[in-house]
């Protein structure tokens, strides 16, 4: 157990609908990412919280957007889904001083 | 930007057997970390060994060790006496500099056959 909690664990909906996927960091980490991974894109990097601040942006849609709030969870929102993005969506948590990134379960996404 | 490069899509050992997984990286950073993570059916991303390039020495843990070659680029990880549950998506990652997020190869599928 990573210590990294993600729900739901499975999410299928349709063409057009908005999902929130929700994550909780290790206690006391303050750095949040997320990744989407998907069978011909890999491992992508989506955005990154540090303290409820936005640190760093990589391939995320405008559909999509997130946010970390004080309590420290984050979560993710995805809208206008598309069929292309069911993906598995991994939140990590990283503590201040490391390096290491903890991965929770993961959110399995389908669009049907 | 940093890249990772995973030339390896598939490989296959017998059980009790060692593998070498192959990763090059590219970047301008001096200072940054290397990472094998795996991924094993379950879909759990799980660290295995971590490298900081400072440092010259080779990481171990237990049966995973990596060879870390900075002047080319090169972090491979070797598993000695392979097991059956070792059969996972291995993944090549790297993190550095002012640049935040850890970026992961493509991965290796390996298979542990018994």
């Known amino acids: 157990d990573s210590g990294v909690t993600q729900t739901p664990k499975h999410l299928i909906t349709a063409t057009g609908q908005r999902v929130t996927l929700r994550c909780s960091p290790r206690s006391g980490d303050l750095s949040v990412y997320w990744y989407q991974q998907s069978l011909d894109q890999g491992l992508q990097f989506l955005i990154q919280y540090y303290n409820g601040e936005e640190r760093a942006k990589g391939n995320i849609l405008e559909r999509f957007s997130a946010q970390q709030f004080p309590d420290l969870h984050s979560e993710l929102n995805l809208s206008s889904l598309e069929l292309g993005d069911s993906a598995l969506y991994f939140c990590?948590?990283?503590?201040?001083?490391?390096?290491?990134?903890?991965f929770g379960s993961g959110t399995q996404l389908s669009v049907l | 930007a940093q890249t990772v490069t995973q030339s390896q899509p598939e490989m296959s050992v017998q059980e009790a057997e060692t593998v070498t997984l192959s990763c090059t990286y590219d970047t301008s950073e001096s200072n940054y970390y290397l990472f094998w993570y795996k991924q094993p059916p379950s879909r759990q991303m799980i660290l295995v060994i971590r490298q900081e390039a400072y440092k010259q020495q080779n990481a171990t843990e237990n049966r995973f060790s990596v060879n870390f070659q900075k002047a080319a680029k090169s972090f491979s990880l070797k598993i000695s006496d392979s097991q059956l549950g070792d059969t996972a998506m291995y993944f090549c990652?790297?993190?550095?500099?002012?640049?935040?997020?850890?970026?992961f190869g493509k991965g290796t599928l390996l298979t542990v056959n018994p």
């Open positions: 990652a790297f993190i550095g500099g002012s640049n935040y997020k850890l970026t």
């Open positions: 990590a948590s990283k503590g201040q001083g490391s390096e290491k990134l903890f």
